[in-house]
């Protein structure tokens, strides 16, 4: 390939890359556009998870914050169950005394925060109401049972501890009230722990809600496996009076609670957060049913400030914010780039414009020069001619009459003439190296080296050593470079004989890889670079007949094809000529 056209395809390829290189295309676009979906989708991702984790700990908290309600709960049915044991056990020496000496065992205020009190409540027919309330008044005159109800049933406060706090509840007939009495019937009806629906307590002063927890005792103590003889043969129920708030406060700290929530029993609100967000304002929300002693509770639970503020992470922020910072930078970075290349199209487009004025120059000088070369060698050729056929004339003519000096003068006359002929005929070659056929074909190195060999005259002096192949080369080139080798050899060979050994192999970059060995005197190495370089002859011209330019065209042939060349020992002596030459599949890529 020409300079010219090396250029011609540089402004096809490289400029045109250049060119598309100089302003935003598909590809920056794709990267930038990758990038931000990239950036979106991991921050939606975080995002994702970092909500998953907060609806874990919300759900945790929530199922905790009802465990210690219902442990609580669970701690006053014990209490209760206690009481009622008392009660059984106790006979009929029970009164007020026994009971407050069991409350003070208890020491209700100190192991059982949160509740109001505990009582007993007996059942009194009407007929016994004046005798039951009489017995009452004698230990403890301001005893009375109200307020009057039309119940034939009267279920009384009558003892409860610690009593001042509970004063206004002593004497008062649960039945007067719906849920009361509905809590006490259904504890006697089932025999288990109940508790009632919500009601005010009337020892609350700030008339919130609350509820009553009963537990039933029944005569001689035992237990009935019927309904209708545990209605029969019940006593009473001992009972606990509950406000919402103070259980709560009982129940739950507050100060690390990350949860609001409030308590339903039906549609009214048993106990609720001061603070408690609205579903639409709450992050999480979440409602639990549970059968709390008969009860259907709603526990409606949502976060609060401290749950949100202990479980802020920023992470998917960050990560959305140094992803847009990166897509920003990407696209300054790109349009950087555009702007750079810009810059280098036009530096390219001006160094191009030199380059192809210089290129014009150089192809006119090589030109001129190889024209001036070929005309040189041509027409020198026809004087040194003229030269060599006088001194022949000479010869033929006066041969008999000059001296043996003059002969021998006419002698070297004809010898520098034909040197000088040969020199001239290798220069022409020279010139006219770029005009070679390197055409490939198929050839068998075997026949193609006798071939070559066959213009001269070995008288089998000389052995050469070639292997019977086929091979796919380029057959001018590799002519020229085997004949300028294979002379070489024989001229400086230090002997009338010898051995030529011509090898080949296929390299692992498919090349053609030939090696010429001989058994001469070889090249000392640091003789090499002058081996190769024109005119150049290590031995006198008078010794060894040659024009200096042989290893220096096999070097511009194997250039001009891209290939490699280089000059080794041949131990223990001799000399190594390797070179290569590109593959057809290689010369067509």
Request: proline fraction near 3%.
């Amino acid at each position: 390939m020409k300079l010219g056209a090396e250029l011609e395809y540089i402004e096809d390829s490289d400029y045109k890359q250049l060119v598309k290189s100089s302003k935003l295309n598909k590809v920056h676009w794709f990267i930038i556009s990758f990038s931000l979906i990239l950036t979106l989708f991991v921050w939606q991702f975080l995002k994702f998870q970092v909500e998953i984790r907060k609806a874990d700990k919300f759900s945790l908290y929530a199922d905790q914050t009802i465990l210690l309600i219902e442990e609580r709960l669970n701690l006053y049915k014990n209490a209760l169950t206690s009481a009622k044991t008392f009660v059984d056990n106790a006979g009929k020496s029970f009164d007020h005394s026994k009971w407050q000496e069991f409350s003070n065992i208890l020491k209700i205020e100190e192991n059982y925060p949160g509740v109001n009190g505990i009582g007993v409540i007996f059942k009194i027919n009407e007929d016994n109401l004046d005798a039951f309330t009489k017995q009452q008044q004698q230990t403890r005159p301001y005893f009375g049972v109200y307020p009057n109800t039309e119940s034939k049933e009267k279920w009384p406060i009558t003892f409860i501890e610690p009593e001042l706090p509970n004063f206004k509840a002593i004497g008062l007939d649960v039945s007067f009230e719906k849920n009361r009495l509905a809590g006490v019937k259904k504890a006697v009806e089932t025999g288990q722990p109940t508790i009632s629906g919500p009601i005010v307590l009337v020892q609350d002063a700030k008339q919130t809600p609350g509820f009553l927890f009963y537990v039933p005792f029944y005569k001689d103590g035992l237990t009935y496996n019927s309904k209708q003889m545990r209605e029969d043969n019940v006593l009473g129920v001992v009972y606990a009076p509950f406000i919402m708030s103070d259980l709560m406060i009982g129940s739950i700290s507050h100060d690390n609670l990350f949860v609001s929530f409030a308590i339903l029993d039906g549609d009214d609100v048993l106990y609720q957060d001061e603070n408690l967000p609205t579903a639409h304002e709450a992050f999480l929300t979440k409602s639990i049913t549970k059968n709390v002693f008969g009860r259907q509770w709603v526990f409606s639970v949502t976060t609060n400030d401290s749950f949100e503020n202990s479980n802020t992470n920023n992470q998917p922020l960050f990560v959305l914010i140094g992803g847009l910072i990166i897509n920003i930078l990407l696209f300054l970075l790109f349009i950087f780039l555009a702007k750079s290349n810009k810059l280098a199209l036009s530096y390219a487009d001006s160094a191009l414009k030199k380059l192809n004025e210089k290129t014009v120059m150089l192809e006119n000088s090589n030109h001129d020069l190889e024209q001036f070369s070929y005309v040189a060698s041509h027409d020198l050729k026809s004087p040194i001619n003229s030269i060599n056929q006088i001194g022949q004339w000479l010869e033929e003519d006066c041969g008999d009459i000059l001296p043996d000096k003059s002969k021998e003068h006419l002698k070297l006359l004809r010898s520098r003439t034909a040197r000088m002929m040969k020199l001239l005929d290798d220069i022409l070659n020279y010139s006219r190296i770029k005009q070679i056929n390197s055409d490939y074909g198929e050839v068998n190195l075997r026949e193609f080296v006798e071939d070559i060999l066959s213009v001269y005259d070995l008288k089998e002096r000389y052995v050469i050593d070639v292997e019977n192949k086929s091979i796919f080369v380029q057959k001018s080139p590799l002519e020229i470079i085997l004949r300028n080798l294979i002379t070489n050899s024989i001229k400086h060979h230090d002997q009338d004989h010898g051995t030529i050994v011509i090898h080949h192999e296929l390299s692992s970059l498919n090349h053609h890889v030939f090696t010429v060995s001989d058994d001469g005197p070889g090249i000392p190495e640091d003789l090499y670079d002058k081996a190769l370089e024109m005119f150049q002859t290590l031995k006198s011209r008078d010794k060894v007949e040659g024009s200096g330019m042989g290893l220096t065209m096999i070097q511009k042939i194997i250039s001009q094809n891209k290939g490699t060349f280089e000059l080794l020992q041949n131990k223990p002596n001799g000399l190594v000529v390797k070179f290569s030459l590109p593959n057809q599949i290689e010369d067509k890529a």
